[in-house]
């Protein structure tokens, strides 16, 4: 008998009522876009803290305009308000904290070999089982609020993407060969993205950055850059306190990135 996975918002504001993330959490039948209805509650004032979850969103987003595939029932599409004392060019700097938990994380509780890929995709096997999409309001020199975006393919059948996407995304069923309780995965990764905040604002960057390098799929290998102005191909060589690929060249030179899609030469 199939029994169906739901989601209970009081099961999880009572999970996590101690912890900074998830004491207040909204879980949505449907939104447009998790990160949208994010937005609109920290306009409104919700507090840093405040998860914003949906089981379908009807225009899930992904980084350069893309569409997050967000199939009802099966995933996560969650979205974090967050109040980081931050410039807004060091923004990056969530991101890298929220990638580290979740690869972390799914590495611990499932036994996975979760890597992430620069900028912030998360994978298994070089298959991506997740993305992040961070968005904020900001003045020149502080960041008001940002909304942190995860989408997780939990148990989705991939046979329900389009063609192209079927041979390079994977999910969380797929690489288990069985279904998994989403609650059992979703308190320890809202957890650990807690853990990961509260080490970041007592301990710098530093220490996020040492866990990113070690989870990292491509650093060391030859890759090759892709952005909408030009394709370039180098080594990744590391990654800067503020989130950049440093790329190097066989002339000696290095080049910093700041967005793109990477692939890794074989
Ligand atoms: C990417 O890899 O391109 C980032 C994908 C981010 C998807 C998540 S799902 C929850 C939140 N709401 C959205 O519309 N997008 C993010």
Known sequence: MHVPDILLSNEIESALKSELIGKYVF???EVDSTNTK????????YDEGTVIMAENQSKGRGRLGRVWVSPPGVNFYISIILK???VPAKATRITMLVAVAVASVLRKTLSLPVTIRWPNDILVR???????????????????YVVIGIGI???MDISILPDGLQKTATSI?????????????LIPLLKGIGYWYRVYKKDGIHPVLNEWINLSSILGKRIRLSTPKKVIEGKAEGIDEDGRLIIGFPDGSFELASSGDVTVIK
């Open 27 to 29: 879980l949505f039948d």
């Open 153 to 155: 393919n939990v148990n």
């Open 38 to 45: 994010a937005r609109e509650l920290a306009e409104k004032g």
């Open 173 to 185: 069923k797929r690489e288990l060969g069985h279904e998994v309780k989403r609650i059992d995965i």
């Open 84 to 86: 980081p004392e931050l």
């Open 126 to 144: 070089d298959r991506k089982l997740g993305g992040i999409l961070i968005e904020m309001d900001s003045e020149m020199d502080r960041v008001n």
